[in-house]
């Protein structure tokens, strides 16, 4: 089955301590991508990775870093949490950033 | 600036009713649309798109959408609602300029009377 995975789906964690979200796709996809969606802000790109080793900032880069060393994985690296970045992250793929977006089923993340 | 405006936080209509929902951007570089939904703890699905051609765009689950390039809009439609269409609803908008940038609204939430 086509599909983009994250882990965890739930996070619960305190100010500080590093965290990494994973983000796997199966498609062969791309293009990739992290988005955060708060209260009546839809989804903001934080994230987005053209293709393998290539990645570059969003909206709201800061306090989160990416990698993407290998084409179907894209995680998501928060060095120290703080509790504004406490939020829904979803992750994304795409064969191209103009074609449809393939979502993941979203992390939630609570920063103490 | 690029911007997607989606003017209605909420919507509520009665089951059977039809629904409209809007969507306006801004900037000049031709659009790519897209209409995605989410229903209550899930992740975004996919509705419909617009490229280019016929400006009127049948997806899924009985939804259309009207492209109008004059009014820089892309309202989404439904003839009929049913209970299970309550969810939030995103308008997204690529810019076929150098940036390739999405962008996407604030939503919204389509709640459904019995």
């Known amino acids: 089955e086509a599909q983009v995975t994250q882990n965890p789906r739930y996070l619960i964690t305190v100010t500080g301590k590093k965290l990494t979200v994973t983000c796997s796709q199966n498609m062969n996809h791309e293009y990739m991508s992290w988005y955060r969606q708060d209260p009546g802000l839809g989804l903001r790109q934080i994230y987005y990775s053209m293709n393998v080793e290539v990645t570059d900032k969003g909206d709201v880069p800061e306090g989160y870093k990416v990698s993407r060393k290998e084409k179907r994985n894209f995680p998501l690296i928060l060095e120290s949490p703080s509790p504004n970045q406490t939020s829904l992250y979803f992750c994304?793929?795409?064969?191209?950033?103009?074609?449809?977006?393939?979502f993941g089923p979203g992390t939630r993340l609570t920063v103490l | 600036a690029q911007s997607v405006t989606q003017p209605d936080i909420h919507i509520t209509v009665s089951e059977g009713a039809s629904l409209e929902l809007r969507c306006n951007y801004s900037y000049g570089a031709t659009p790519y649309l897209f209409w995605y939904v989410q229903s209550p703890g899930q992740g975004l699905q996919l509705l419909l798109k617009y490229f280019s051609g016929d400006t009127l765009v049948q997806g899924i689950k009985g939804f259309e959408a009207e492209f109008k390039r004059s009014q820089s809009s892309f309202n989404l439609r439904k003839p009929s609602v049913h209970w299970s269409d309550a969810a939030e609803y995103f308008c997204a908008v690529v810019w076929m300029d150098s940036s390739y940038k999405l962008i996407f609204g604030s939503g919204t939430r389509l709640l459904v009377r019995p």
């Open positions: 994304a793929s795409s064969p191209s950033s103009y074609n449809e977006q393939f």
